[in-house]
């Protein structure tokens, strides 16, 4: 604030003078957000979930900006909660999200690991570089950043990292069959650790593949294509070879054992593919399939959806039996569990788990705070991917292209793009927006 006014007595005045625009910006946001006729367990989420781009968020006079992990906990722009908090993000501010990225990009090391998390005053990162899922998430975001906001010198100002980051992570597959076996034990699942090939670990290996070959191609870097397109392919066949188990894929798999509990979050990666509008690694059976079983097995109406757990006379490790992050209920995750469900026709159980979700919070009294490491919790932001999903969301800010594939096609829904707010009706598959802010006039719009 103290770039844009002399004094607080400056700020004051400026909102005395003007309360009558600023009430009205704001309450009129608050009518797009809710201009939908889903249940309000949806738009409670979209609404709810923004608070800590307020309550947590770190904006300093030098231009740095960061999330909490969780308010005045663990770190600012932490990594991996950064990747799954930072839709809402990119979506209402574009800018805030690349400084975060550019920020961080700066840490990364000299043998392409990317930070974990930045401490208060931004100037330096805590020496957590060894969560594996870091490297393949930092390209997955820069991916997702270039779509929505179409700055190619943002691309072009990250194209080195990603380089730097696939070529680390490569390093993980010792046996050269595509997906990580090496060094795999940490991650976003910190106190829980893995070993071997982890599903987990492998979706996002094959998602960044997928993100960083159409890197390559926007940078015009055949060599770099066709490397990652060739270890993808590979990397496909290794997956159903090495941990598929005829109902769902195993927590992990080394050269002694195999741990066959069942991650609630094993499709991480191929929910953050289609919630950036790309087609996943994965069919959409395939993913139905694994999906049912898990809400089958992990879901309970009462607590929620665990994170893991072990059924079926299935055989789990030390690692993973009575672990606190593996019985525990993220609503982080249960809101990319919904959002994937939804992009592939599971209404039902989408709006199983959010009602599960809202529920709880209620009974907790904490509907705006959620909780994990630390109050006010960045992760569950991550209930933003639930809006790409009901609209069937693709874009193409660069090439002006908007692709919609709502998932009904009767129905009112809020978009929220860069400079552009909007409220759009479906009726019998086509549309009509009515513009709160900006507009898609020059832009080529599929429904």
């Given at each position: 604030y103290?770039n844009?006014?002399?004094?607080?007595?400056?700020?004051?005045?400026?909102l005395?003078?003007?309360?009558?625009?600023?009430?009205?910006?704001?309450?009129?946001?608050a009518?797009?957000?809710?201009?939908?006729?889903?249940?309000?367990?949806?738009?409670?989420?979209?609404?709810?979930n923004?608070?800590?781009l307020?309550?947590?968020?770190?904006?300093?006079?030098?231009?740095?900006?960061?999330?909490?992990?969780?308010?005045?906990?663990?770190?600012?722009?932490?990594?991996?909660?950064?990747?799954?908090?930072?839709?809402?993000?990119?979506?209402?501010?574009?800018?805030?999200?690349?400084?975060?990225?550019?920020?961080?990009?700066?840490?990364?090391?000299?043998?392409?690991?990317?930070?974990?998390?930045?401490?208060?005053?931004?100037?330096?990162?805590?020496?957590?570089?060894?969560?594996?899922?870091?490297?393949?998430?930092?390209?997955?975001?820069?991916?997702?950043?270039?779509?929505?906001?179409?700055?190619?010198?943002?691309?072009?100002?990250?194209?080195?990292?990603?380089?730097?980051?696939?070529?680390?992570?490569?390093?993980?597959?010792?046996?050269?069959?595509?997906?990580?076996?090496?060094?795999?034990?940490?991650?976003?699942?910190d106190?829980?650790?893995?070993?071997?090939?982890?599903?987990?670990?492998?979706?996002?290996?094959?998602?960044?593949?997928?993100?960083?070959?159409?890197?390559?191609?926007?940078?015009?870097?055949?060599?770099?294509?066709?490397?990652?397109?060739?270890?993808?392919?590979?990397?496909?066949?290794?997956?159903e070879?090495?941990?598929?188990?005829?109902?769902?894929?195993?927590?992990?798999?080394?050269?002694?054992?195999?741990?066959?509990?069942?991650?609630?979050?094993?499709?991480?990666?191929?929910?953050?593919?289609?919630?950036?509008?790309?087609?996943?690694?994965?069919?959409?059976?395939?993913?139905?399939?694994?999906?049912?079983?898990?809400?089958?097995?992990?879901?309970?109406?009462?607590?929620?959806?665990?994170?893991?757990?072990?059924?079926?006379?299935?055989?789990?490790?030390?690692?993973?039996?009575?672990?606190?992050?593996?019985g525990?209920?993220?609503?982080?995750?249960?809101?990319?569990?919904?959002?994937?469900?939804?992009?592939v026709?599971?209404?039902?159980?989408?709006?199983?788990?959010?009602?599960?979700?809202?529920?709880?919070?209620?009974?907790?009294?904490?509907?705006?705070?959620?909780?994990?490491?630390?109050?006010?919790?960045?992760?569950?932001?991550?209930?933003?991917?639930?809006?790409?999903?009901?609209?069937?969301?693709?874009?193409?800010?660069?090439?002006?292209?908007?692709?919609?594939?709502?998932?009904?096609?009767n129905?009112?829904?809020?978009?929220?793009?860069?400079?552009?707010?909007?409220?759009?009706?479906?009726?019998?598959?086509?549309?009509?927006?009515?513009?709160?802010?900006?507009?898609?006039?020059?832009?080529?719009?599929?429904?």
């Amino acid at each position: 604030y103290e770039n844009i006014y002399t004094s607080a007595l400056d700020a004051n005045r400026f909102l005395a003078e003007n309360i009558n625009s600023v009430y009205k910006t704001a309450c009129d946001f608050a009518d797009l957000i809710y201009s939908t006729d889903l249940p309000s367990i949806y738009p409670e989420a979209w609404s709810s979930n923004l608070s800590p781009l307020v309550k947590s968020s770190v904006y300093l006079k030098n231009g740095k900006f960061g999330l909490w992990e969780g308010l005045g906990f663990c770190g600012l722009h932490t990594t991996d909660i950064t990747y799954h908090a930072s839709f809402p993000v990119v979506c209402l501010f574009p800018d805030l999200q690349k400084k975060q990225m550019k920020m961080g990009a700066e840490y990364q090391r000299k043998d392409g690991r990317v930070h974990h998390l930045f401490k208060p005053d931004m100037k330096s990162t805590d020496d957590s570089f060894e969560r594996v899922d870091m490297n393949m998430q930092f390209v997955l975001m820069v991916l997702r950043d270039y779509l929505f906001t179409g700055d190619r010198e943002y691309l072009t100002a990250l194209w080195e990292n990603v380089r730097r980051a696939m070529d680390s992570s490569e390093k993980l597959d010792t046996d050269n069959d595509g997906l990580p076996d090496n060094d795999t034990r940490r991650n976003t699942y910190d106190a829980w650790n893995f070993s071997g090939t982890p599903a987990y670990i492998s979706m996002l290996w094959l998602a960044a593949l997928k993100s960083a070959m159409i890197i390559a191609e926007k940078m015009n870097d055949k060599t770099y294509q066709n490397k990652w397109n060739s270890i993808l392919e590979k990397g496909k066949v290794s997956l159903e070879e090495k941990l598929w188990n005829g109902e769902y894929y195993n927590l992990w798999k080394n050269e002694t054992e195999t741990d066959e509990s069942l991650m609630s979050d094993q499709l991480d990666g191929e929910w953050f593919l289609r919630m950036m509008g790309i087609e996943g690694n994965l069919s959409d059976d395939r993913i139905r399939d694994v999906m049912r079983f898990i809400f089958e097995k992990n879901f309970d109406s009462e607590s929620g959806l665990i994170n893991a757990a072990c059924h079926d006379n299935r055989k789990t490790t030390i690692h993973t039996y009575k672990n606190c992050q593996a019985g525990a209920v993220w609503t982080g995750i249960g809101y990319v569990f919904s959002a994937l469900a939804l992009s592939v026709g599971l209404r039902e159980m989408a709006d199983m788990e959010m009602n599960s979700i809202y529920n709880n919070q209620m009974r907790l009294g904490s509907f705006w705070d959620h909780w994990e490491c630390g109050h006010h919790y960045t992760r569950p932001m991550s209930s933003w991917t639930t809006l790409h999903a009901v609209l069937g969301l693709s874009v193409d800010y660069e090439n002006k292209k908007l692709t919609l594939n709502p998932i009904d096609k009767n129905i009112i829904l809020p978009l929220c793009l860069p400079d552009v707010l909007a409220t759009v009706k479906f009726t019998d598959g086509r549309c009509k927006i009515e513009y709160l802010k900006g507009n898609l006039n020059d832009w080529e719009i599929i429904v």
